[in-house]
């Protein structure tokens, strides 16, 4: 499923990305364009972030 459309990222993609070590929304932006255009999906992609990091 898209988290951010605006770069056609998926949850996957994000979860892919904490797996690897990405843990701040920051990273997320570094490594994957998330939240770099309107910014709407940022509270998804915390979320997709934060689940993943506390099932690992
Ligand atoms: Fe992610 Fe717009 S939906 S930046």
Redesign the pocket.
Known sequence: MYV????GITDSQIREAAESGCDSLRDLRRELG????????ARHARQVLRDTRNAM
């Open positions: 951010c459309l605006c770069n998330v939240g770099s255009q309107c910014a709407k999906c």
